[in-house]
């Protein structure tokens, strides 16, 4: 007797499996670990086609759901109106809580946070010394490539696919140090240097050879802060395969994750140094519950592109207009459980 | 009930375990919990017994050694073939401060210590196309219920254990317990056994912690070997 985990549990939550493919618009720099001044890929250990070990490059699913998070997070606090939020509710949204062992498991709690936040009933907490379980698993990013082909569905497998490792470019950046460029050094202090402090700070004098001040303004001795580095990367159109599962949601928790697709999508982006153009990407992604013979679409992400559709689509219309209804009782006073899990008004979490 | 064994292909073949033991009637714990009681499952388990505790019916068999009670099911054999460390990060998101409010005190968190530390933690997995148990239980319904199940071990939030398949079949004798020459293949409750160890689930929680009889960690041979 065989069972695929697609199941879903006899109650009122449905859970929804998904595959995603996502396309690399420009090289992806996902660091792992750094050898001089070069950074390398992060890789992983895996089941390779012939059932031996075998290491593959591939984007972490703690960084994505990370990426998730804050976005999430994002688009529920603009929907409330954008509020500021005193330290530990803000780093329970933001970054999950943290076990402090303030308070004894509180089921109570737990059960309404989940309630008034269905996106923190998704990801899950830490309040107090309780940890609640968020509800979805998100899957690593793995290359559609050689390595992976055992865990691949079976539409994307390709024996001829070519290795990961030829996806791999190395991108070289330099930094110069502007201080000792002279066609720039007219704009600093006279006898400025090094990074001044914000906030009205005096600049630090300049030191000559063995820390002896200079008394003429001139640059020093002290070595000029450029270098040149190397960053490992997955190529340009390249693809990737992601399969994320969202245990036991609730329509309102699934639309919370459609929130997170939608947010994304106003900065598709993975992986590091997007400051400079890397990690631009756009994806597709499909779902399906045990109530369904094949996957549908689910939604389409991408630069400038946001299309969710079937139950992605109503999902979120009916977040957003739970957010909607959820503003329209928090700015009336009549949201005392948003206020709270907030620590708006110095509830359970708040320090004010 | 019949003696069963229990296979769970990887996906990629990583499971995110300290221990390695990964008891089946955890699992199979939990995904009963998940369809008679999704919204205690979800909420966490209270500290302590008490009226609003639930103990799962699972579909196995139950044995009892030294007083105490406990499923008859193994924990996981497999062939190892390597251990991996990774790491995961965790950080003050500070690049969304317009959404902080510092109620007018100083502007720096402390990110060195404290509630908002910043951590880089270890995470070792290893590497084994399967996981294998035996059991004694009823087919139909461990199958259904492992149907729910679509990753084990820690971090699944992360993408770790995720599972292809599961497959429940007949097995000629009961391993669930003892193998064929009579090691444990699980935590048995001995009242001077050399180590303490939880026998039911959920196994993390302190009140179902006993003296036990521990299986080798590393030990085994043939098909059970769980290093290959």
Known sequence: MTATPTTRPSSSYKTYYLEGIVTLLSPLSHIGENLGTTTHFSRQAI????????????????????????????????????????????????????????????????????????????????????????????????????????????????????????????????????????????????????????????????????????????????????????????????????????????????????????????????????????????????????????????????????????????ALDRYDAYLLDAYERYISGNAPEIRQALGVSGGVHGTA | MEPLRVIATLETGQVATFDGNLPLDGIIAAAWMRRYHPDAFWTGAPNRMGEDWIEPILPLDRRVSDGEWYWASSFARYRQLSEEITYWHKRFDDDMEHFLDLGGRSGRMNVKSGPFKSYRMPLVYMVTPELVWHIVGDRGEVASLLGMIPAVGKKRSAGYGFVASWVVEPWPVDLSCHDERGRPMRAIPTRDGPSECGVRPPYWHPVNRVRCEMPAPWGGTGEWERQG
Request: aromatic share 8%; proline share 8%; net charge negative.
């Open chain 1, 47 to 314: 089941v390779g086609p012939d059932g031996k070990r075998v290491e593959c490059f591939a984007h972490s699913g703690n960084g994505f759901r990370g990426h998730f998070r804050d976005d999430g997070v994002k688009h529920l606090l603009r929907a409330l109106g954008s509020p500021n939020l005193p330290p530990k509710p803000f780093h329970l949204l933001f970054g999950g809580g943290t076990m402090t062992g303030e308070f004894v498991v509180d089921i109570d709690l737990a059960r309404r946070l989940r309630e008034a936040l269905p996106l923190l009933s998704l990801f899950g907490a830490a309040t107090g010394n309780h940890i609640m379980p968020g509800k979805w698993n998100t899957g690593i990013l793995w290359p559609i490539c050689a390595e992976t082909q055992r865990l691949l569905p079976a539409y994307l497998r390709n024996p001829e696919a070519p290795s990961c490792r030829t996806w791999i470019t190395e991108l070289n950046f330099s930094r110069k140090d502007d201080g000792k460029d002279e066609r720039l050094t007219r704009h600093m202090l006279p006898g400025a240097t090094g990074q001044l402090a914000l906030g009205g700070a005096e600049p630090t004098p300049k030191k000559r050879g063995k820390g002896k001040p200079s008394d003429d303004g001139e640059a020093g001795d002290e070595p000029a802060q450029q270098m040149r580095y190397t960053v490992q990367a997955l190529a340009a159109g390249g693809e990737l395969f992601q399969r994320i599962h969202v245990l036991d949601a609730t329509e309102l928790e699934f639309g919370a994750l459609m929130s997170c697709f939608s947010e994304w999508s106003q900065a598709p982006y993975l992986g590091g140094n997007n400051a400079k153009g890397l990690g631009l990407v756009a994806g597709e992604w499909t779902y399906q519950t045990g109530e369904m013979d094949e996957p549908a679409p689910l939604v389409s992400a991408g630069p400038g592109e946001f299309a969710p559709k079937n139950a992605g689509k109503e």
